[in-house]
């Protein structure tokens, strides 16, 4: 799963500039378009992988990406490659 969440704690989160678990966490909490993008990659890359660790992380995942995508409104396919670059950001206040 390294290549999936490449660009969280070791790196530079690209919605607060902080890096390690405490900002992955405050982000994962605080931003609607973050939380759809980290389901959106694990779906990404348990799709390619269903025989080798099984289909419950899939499914699991598939069912929060799911939950995101009608709560919040984005459709963006699991087959899409996206860089580390994505940003979904939102004009509504929590």
């Known amino acids: 799963m390294?290549?999936?969440?490449?660009d969280t704690p070791g790196r530079r989160h690209h919605y607060s500039g902080k890096t390690g678990v405490r900002a992955l966490l405050t982000e994962y909490w605080r931003t609607p378009g973050f939380r759809f993008t980290f389901y959106l990659r694990?779906?990404?890359y348990y799709s390619g992988r269903k025989r080798s660790?099984?289909?419950l992380p899939y499914l699991d995942n598939r069912l929060w990406l799911n939950h995101y995508r009608f709560r919040y409104g984005f459709e963006i396919s699991p087959t899409t490659r996206i860089g580390p670059g994505l940003y979904l950001g939102t004009l509504?206040?929590?």
């Not at 390294?2 to 490449?6: F, G, P, Q």
Request: proline letters at 0%; a negative charge; zero cysteines.
């Open 2 to 6: 390294h290549e999936t969440l490449e």
């Open 53 to 55: 660790f099984g289909l």
């Open 92 to 94: 509504a206040v929590w």
């Open 42 to 44: 694990k779906v990404a």
